[in-house]
């Protein structure tokens, strides 16, 4: 009690604390941004063979099902270099620094190490002390600390795959509708309508583009997204994200395809937009709001 007591009393100390955790998140973040959309695939591989391995008509089919693979979850197997399987240990493994001091490097067969993981922390980390600072020690600054965080994975895994997954973005949803029940950030009546809103704003989006065009515009893992940004924040503000989601889509995608970053023929998947814009609504949505109605008006 007394070191939050203390964190309480010091905003800079408590927000240096808060900077540290996300490092620590940020590398956590790593191992789900990666292993999360594998553990999925796996499951519904899985699935999938046990369900073409029951009977049919009364029948047993023949089918040949590979044995189970090893445990592969957010825990096991222990980090280590893929390409030479060397475990990494503890000192190998601090966020960022174990990155500068071994030189971007595996200390035991030097195979390059991608930037992207000490990026990802360096993000968390500024993010998770950007919120520390903005909402200072309390309900809120936790509160904002796990949809960061969340947003971050989130907006990685749909780069990489273009899955939102429902492990992560179902809890948020409910997070967001529990936390309106203390007005954390709004109102309940606030939070349902955000949430139902979100939801059918993107579906009514979707729909009409298949019904022009023939082809699915977006997953339905957006239509969530938008939802729980609805329920974390309000419907107040679904306006102003979809505007800032857009602004982020023409600005990001553009400049991947211009610098050659992103292959003009691929999709760009738009939930990490939505989390930008999201994140940004969290953190400054009433400005945001004054300044986008002041321009419509």
Known sequence: MESF????????????????????IGSFLNVVIYRLPI????????????????????????????????????SKPDSHCPNCKHSIRAWENIPVFSFLILGGKCRACKARISFRYPLVELLTGILSLT???????????AAALVLTWSLIALSMIDYDTQLLPDVITLPLLWLGLILSLWAVFVDPATSIVGAVSGYLILWMVFQLFKLVTGKDGMGFGDF?????????????????????????????????????????????????????AGWLALMWGEQINDTYLRMIL
């Open 5 to 24: 007591r203390y964190l309480s009393d010091n905003p800079v100390a408590f927000s240096i604390v808060c900077g540290i955790l996300g490092l620590l």
């Open 39 to 74: 553990m999925l695939e796996r499951g519904w591989k899985e699935e999938c063979e046990d369900f073409l391995a029951g009977d049919e008509d009364g029948k047993e089919q023949k089918i040949s099902i590979p044995e189970k693979q090893a445990r592969f979850d957010l």
């Open 131 to 141: 919120v520390a600072l903005h909402f200072g020690f309390g309900e809120q600054a």
């Open 224 to 276: 969530k997204l938008l939802a729980v940004l609805g329920a974390w924040l309000g419907w107040q503000l679904l306006p102003a994200i979809i505007l800032l989601s857009s602004l982020a889509g023409a600005v990001i995608g553009v400049s991947l395809i211009v610098f050659k970053k992103h292959n003009k023929d691929k999709p760009i998947p738009y939930g990490p937009y939505l989390a930008i």
